[in-house]
């Protein structure tokens, strides 16, 4: 079973609204953290959110805030006011337990910003 | 500049050769992480250093593939006698340790094409 689910392989939106990118996870740890990150066409990755599991409120970071739904197994990314720099590819990440360790990753949403 | 740092940023290579992969992650990072990420798809963990020691090599995907880091600092990625499915860019990450949540800073990656 995949760890990390992004349904929305691509989507569309017109410059300044708001864009929500979906993100299901699966694991059996109580502990964990979910990541966020953006791809842009010259390949960075460039990390965006964080949330642990035991963080009560949603993470925000500028125009980017995590939908945290825990008992769905959920982490949406909102981003608002969309920009045209908005388009990239997003991935959805999960880091399972405590600590360092590596990051599992979705296979991302290409996300096009519309002028 | 302060981030981490690949090289080459393109590689191309004749079936059957060896190719050597560098990563210099950022000053006082201790950890060190190695991901392949195939044309659309997320990065998939490879392997794992802290300081010098390889803590988790689960990811690489056979014998052919060999990391290093012997002096806890750069690391190489080797993979011998390369074979067409090796083709995909190659991403390194370090982070600091912290007991919790900790940030991994992603390299541009290098671009293996193995023809």
């Known amino acids: 079973a995949q760890k990390i689910t992004q349904t929305q392989p691509g989507m569309f939106v017109q410059e300044k609204e708001a864009v929500t990118l979906d993100c299901t996870y699966d694991?059996?740890?109580?502990?964990?953290?979910l990541f966020w990150y953006k791809q842009p066409s010259s390949g960075e990755m460039i990390f965006l959110i964080y949330?642990?599991?035991?963080?009560?409120q949603n993470a925000t970071e500028g125009r980017y805030s995590l939908n945290f739904q825990k008992a769905r197994k959920s982490a949406n990314l909102v981003i608002s006011a969309s920009q045209l720099g908005d388009s990239a590819m997003y991935f959805c990440?999960?880091?399972?337990?405590?600590?360092?360790?590596?990051?599992?990753f979705g296979k991302g949403t290409r996300l096009h910003i519309l002028p | 500049g302060a981030g981490v740092s690949q090289s080459p940023r393109y590689k191309v290579a004749k079936r059957g050769q060896d190719v050597a992969l560098r990563c210099d992650p950022i000053?006082?990072?201790?950890?060190l992480f190695w991901y392949q990420q195939a044309l659309g798809q997320g990065p998939e963990f490879l392997t794992y250093?802290?300081?010098?020691?390889?803590?988790?090599k689960s990811g690489l995907p056979s014998d052919r593939f060999f990391a290093e880091r012997p002096e806890g600092s750069v690391s190489t990625l080797k993979i011998q006698r390369t074979q067409q499915e090796d083709s995909a860019v190659y991403l390194c990450?370090?982070?600091?340790?912290?007991?919790?949540?900790?940030?991994?800073?992603f390299g541009p990656g290098t671009r293996l094409t193995v023809l």
């Open positions: 694991t059996s740890d109580q502990s964990y953290g």
């Open positions: 000053s006082g990072h201790v950890s």
């Open positions: 949330q642990g599991s035991y963080d009560e």
């Open positions: 990450a370090s982070s600091r340790i912290a007991e919790d949540y900790n940030e991994q800073f």
């Open positions: 250093f802290q300081n010098e020691a390889q803590l988790d």
């Open positions: 990440a999960m880091r399972e337990g405590v600590g360092d360790d590596k990051i599992i």
